[in-house]
């Protein structure tokens, strides 16, 4: 800091004075050099300060800059912290039984691909490849491994011991890559429920898992959220019952010569399918193809959904039910029953020319299995009332069952729904549907009156009651029927001590692929019972293709001696499985 | 007074410094070894996975049911049916013996009283 200059130095004042000149100008004139110096050092210290704060703001602006350059250049990426290890894993949502039980998991397994640029011995592994898959080409791979081509599939799934045989060959130009699969280890156990999977979009390190057919295909979406990997998708078939269902209704359908075979367990009062089998099966761990002309001898062909029949004498229950609910009778009104009933030029008659007239009781003509008496009754309903009180049962409609093959199965009905076609449906013929159909009607109708909807999946929490189809005392009344059929009617065999089974049969002609009227000899037979009939749990389907029971000296192809027999050895072999105490009254009376 | 604060302040400001140097060490560290258990998590869950799908093959029906056929002998396992319901009033029980009348000394009688009681 330079010396204080004093505003007045006596040497100038004096000297200016003795000059007669102003010495206030003198003061002036330091006072304003002196305030110049004061501006000068401050602007100065004002520049350096707002230097200082200049690169302050273009630090801030290359440090925000550079910044926004790496994020724009760099790969994006989930931060550390969040990524897990499990997001390979459990792509698919496991599939379980009613008890937890697997029916379809994951299992890891390798694709095997090609580079064949960095092969060493193209023909040795070649060679060798061919050796430890039978089904490859070694001509065609020698083509493939020595052509331009740098990357090919070999195989889409390998197993370990072939992943080890293939490390043996010890080519750095055969690769793996990690797959997933599906895998069902029940085997052929709910084949058609679970349906299969194949692969979608592939990549090296990963393939698409998606559902081919059956609730595989249903759920795809659920099963494949990644958010749902924890939390398998819980069916309401119960195991242990469906094994134990298709055991008899294999032995029962090999037994009688049957083409094919059918079963739904349903819980009447929540619509829940326990069991469903159909038969013949296939294994979904390797679907099979099928290059057969008729699609109801597919094995993937779900009889049980897919399968649309007349069924016959199961659907007069209905006409019974129905007459009743409208109060027009009672389970002991008579009704006339001489055959032949005519209408036009038609003429209904009795199955093998039975006359059970003049007069049978609605009880009698359930347990009679009477055309005659039911054609009387459904034409006192009438077309509109019968066509409505079908429709309240799901009978027009297809299943809202949880399964693909589901709602493309739909029923068929009367182009025209005549007087003569609300006869025939009365007795169960000219509208075809299938067992799962019957099942979800009989559930409705005899479960207390109101409808439940046909599911695959478990139910949660207190039941809901659908909307009424019968009053509780007509359902009791249809039960009382249907245990009178079994206690004393066509299903006698049906009867199985201490529980109560109530049913009732149906047989019906198959008809013509070609369509034009129906074989003499081929049948499908049906039973439809419920057990026990005084307090109804379960309701059972039987459904038999062709099957023809021969020890008698003719043989026999009604479905009293063929569906009714295979459905009173589900019932014994299933109901305790259920958790069914038999009532062991009747079954102590019965021994 | 002021140079102390100066001085106070600069040491805060490097002991900051260390603190922070370690947390940043201490966080990657920590980040390494989440990863480390997530990845054993992934395998862990891959084994049970595999173990889940072993144990429903191992016990799928057809094979159990071939099983219980084959140790018929040793097993005698026959399928439920319900003949093999009974009922509870048909069970034999073991006849209880009267435990107060043969007593003798007071120690075990008041031992056995509350046992009762209970």
Not at chain 1, 68 to 78: I, L, Y
Not at chain 1, 387 to 400: E, N, V, Y
Not at chain 1, 461 to 482: F, H, K, N
Not at chain 1, 498 to 521: C, I, L, S
Request: glycine content about 8%; hydrophobic content about 40%; aromatic content about 6%.
């Amino acid at each position: 800091m330079s010396m204080r200059t004093p505003l007045r130095p006596l040497a100038r004042i004096l000297k200016a004075r003795s000059s007669g000149e102003n010495p206030d100008t003198i003061e002036r004139e330091n006072l304003r050099l002196r305030h110049e110096e004061m501006r000068d050092t401050t602007r100065l210290r004002a520049e350096g300060r707002l230097l200082v704060l200049g690169l302050c703001f273009v630090s801030a602006f290359v440090v925000v800059g550079l910044r926004m350059g790496q994020v724009a250049a760099s790969n994006p990426e989930e931060p550390q912290a969040v990524t897990t290890g499990t997001s390979i894993l459990a792509q698919r949502a496991d599939i379980v039984d009613r008890n937890g039980r697997i029916l379809a998991t994951n299992r890891t397994t390798h694709s095997l691909y090609a580079q064949p640029q960095e092969m060493i011995d193209p023909l040795y592994a070649a060679k060798e490849l061919a050796k430890i898959f039978p089904d490859l080409n070694e001509e065609k791979l020698i083509k493939d491994f020595t052509g331009t081509r740098k990357f090919l599939w070999i195989k889409r799934q390998i197993a370990p011991e072939q992943q080890q045989a293939v490390h043996d060959i010890g080519d750095p130009g055969l690769l793996f890559g990690p797959r997933e699969s599906r895998l069902y280890p029940n085997g052929k156990l709910a084949s058609h429920i679970l349906g299969g999977t194949k692969f979608g979009r592939e990549g090296v390190m990963s393939a698409e898992i998606v559902g081919q057919s059956g609730i595989e295909r249903y759920s795809d979406e659920y099963l494949r959220d990644p958010a749902n990997g924890h939390k398998p998708l819980q069916l309401s078939l119960d195991l242990s019952v469906q094994s134990t269902m298709r055991e008899v209704l294999f032995g029962g359908m090999h037994l009688l010569n049957a083409k094919g075979a059918a079963a739904v367990l349903m819980d009447v009062h929540t619509g829940e399918i326990v069991s469903m089998v159909s038969l013949p099966d296939f294994d979904p761990n390797g679907r099979p193809t099928f290059a057969g002309q008729n699609a109801a001898d597919n094995p993937r062909f779900n009889r049980a959904v897919q399968g649309v029949y007349e069924l016959g004498s199961t659907f007069k229950i209905f006409a019974a039910a129905q007459a009743m609910e409208l109060g027009i009778m009672t389970p002991d009104t008579l009704i006339p029953a001489t055959p032949p009933f005519k209408w036009g030029k038609h003429s209904i008659r009795e199955f093998e020319g039975h006359n059970y007239g003049p007069m049978l009781s609605l009880t009698g003509m359930i347990v009679k299995s009477s055309n005659v008496a039911t054609a009387h009754v459904a034409q006192q309903i009438g077309v509109t009332r019968q066509k409505a009180f079908l429709d309240s049962l799901g009978f027009l409609d297809a299943t809202p069952v949880e399964l693909t093959e589901a709602s493309g199965a739909k029923p068929l009905l009367p182009p025209n729904w005549s007087e003569l076609s609300t006869i025939t449906i009365g007795f169960g013929h000219g509208l075809s549907a299938s067992p799962l159909h019957l099942a979800t009607a009989y559930s409705s109708l005899l479960n207390g009156g109101t409808r439940v909807t046909p599911t695959l999946i478990k139910h949660q929490g207190p039941i809901r009651l659908g909307p009424r189809v019968v009053r509780p005392e007509v359902s009791a009344a249809s039960r009382a029927m249907l245990r009178a059929v079994v206690a004393e009617g066509t299903a006698s065999f049906g009867d199985v001590r201490g529980y109560q089974v109530g049913g009732k049969t149906g047989t019906a002609d198959k008809p013509r692929e070609n369509g034009k009227g129906y074989y003499d000899d081929k049948v499908i037979t049906t039973f439809a019972s419920v057990f026990p009939a005084d307090e109804p749990k379960y309701v059972l389907i039987v459904t038999m293709d062709e099957a023809v029971e021969t020890s008698g000296p003719k043989p026999r192809r009604t479905a009293g001696w063929t569906a009714v027999p295979v459905a009173a050895e589900v019932i014994r072999r299933v109901a305790p499985i259920l958790g069914i105490r038999p009532d062991v009254e009747t079954l102590a009376l019965g021994q | 007074m002021r140079s102390v604060y100066i001085v106070l302040s600069a040491l805060f400001v490097m002991g900051l410094a260390v603190w922070a140097y370690k947390e940043n060490y201490a966080t990657q560290e920590v980040l390494r070894e989440v990863s480390q258990i997530q990845r054993d998590i992934g395998h862990q869950q891959e084994e049970l996975a595999v173990l889940r799908a072993e144990w429903a093959y191992l016990n799928r029906p057809s094979r159990l049911r071939d099983l219980a056929e084959l140790n018929f002998d040793r097993l005698g396992l026959l399928p439920l049916l319900p003949e093999q319901f009974g009922d509870v009033t048909s069970v034999a029980f073991p006849v209880e013996e009267d435990i107060l009348m043969e007593l003798d000394n007071p120690v075990s009688v008041v031992g056995s009283l509350e046992a009762i009681v209970q």
